[in-house]
């Protein structure tokens, strides 16, 4: 606006100088005082000229300047976010951001009671899961720490966590990738309900299971063993193990974490996860630590091979009438017996399944779900276990307490085997929303 009016002012005087000097003309004619006052009027418009070339000359100077700070600026903007997205920085996202991803929060993934999932398409078109959490269990600068210590977590079974949302006095916001085939529990199980007929009919194949038995566990041994600080994810299930394109394990969900104090081994902390994955010193309250995401492990790799929960009601009749059935007793008592086919999901087809491998992951499963977390493997040798880097030996007879603790009856356990799968059992929280992790250090 300066600019434009500093023009019309400068072309104004200039015409009032030359409409001056042509009325000096016709009254003065060509005389002496003409020449003088022509001269003057002359030097005023040549100082105005000059003036305004001076003045311009300035201006475009610093609007190039300008121009390039600006060019500089987003350079140095787009610089920054490439090595964001390389060094694995969370983005601070806007609400409206979410909100106009996901369209108002529309396309819902899962619902739990504390949080829930929406899929969202962000403008660079990058499709995205976006998580709400609606507890306020951490501070805002413990929030932000905890969200930048995960994101640098990177592995290629780990689902990424690409930025998160504050919302003051409102809901906290985690941005995943969205993953493309959803959760193993889909392709694994059959018979939940509240599955379409679509997701009934998947069947994921012997040998992609044998892969994403070994996916998670190399997840599970970066996250133990190859971070900064130890990542324990603490809910351990088929719902947080996502399946990309090719069908590739990614672990999902290690939710919000907290930073323990390197002088502790273990972490006592509220029950948190999932029946039938929980690890008994949960239960006992004697604190967790790496060994108990082995324990939900081994639960996983059970489901794996059999195709079925772990812990559910069999029978005909009302649930006072039916009973719980305890895979993993079922499991022990086949392998004692040297029957360990009779576990394997039956709707696999016979001939691509190998007992070789039916016997190393049904080993390697029992050794995970030892009582005693001392006699657990880690993780890491989980995957040597797995991959035939290292023997697998046959695992001890364990006592199982958790069986007494959900005061499931023993005599089922021969005939639960042929049961119809998941009687009366509801599928549990979808993938994506997990209890807290807890970071603990070395």
Known sequence: MKVKTGKVLAGAVAVSLLILLLILW?????TKAFFIFAGIDS???????????????SLDRRLSMARR???DGEELRLQYSILRKVAGLPTLFRYEQLEAATDGFRAVLGKGSSASVFKGILDDGTAVAVKRIDGQEHGEEEFRAEVTALASVQHLNLVRLLGYCLVPRGPR??????IENGSLDSWIFSGDSGR??????????????????LDVARALAYL?????????????????????EVFRACVADFGLSKLMSRDESRVVTTVRGTRGYLAPEWLLESG?????????????????????RNVRLVGDGPASQRKWSYFPRIVAEKVRQGREMEVVDERLPAGEVEENQVKAMLYVALWCIQEKPTLR????????MLSGRAPVEAPPETEMVVVDLLAIDHDDAGDSAAAPPHAGQNRPMSAYFASLSTLSPR
């Open 26 to 30: 016709l009254c003065f004619g060509f």
């Open 43 to 57: 030097a005023a418009i040549l100082a105005i000229f000059i003036w305004a070339m001076f003045k311009y000359s």
């Open 69 to 71: 700070t600006a060019l």
């Open 173 to 178: 916001f985690l941005v995943y990738e969205f």
């Open 196 to 213: 379409s007929t679509s997701a009934a009919q998947r069947l994921l194949p012997w040998e992609q299971r044998c892969a994403v038995a």
């Open 224 to 244: 133990h063993h190859d971070c900064r600080s130890r990542v324990l994810h603490l809910d351990v299930k088929p719902e947080n193990i996502l399946l990309d």
């Open 288 to 308: 967790v630590s790496e060994k108990s995401d082995v324990y939900s492990y081994g639960m996983v790799l059970l489901e794996i091979v059999g195709g079925r």
């Open 377 to 384: 493997p880690t993780m890491a040798r989980v995957v040597d």
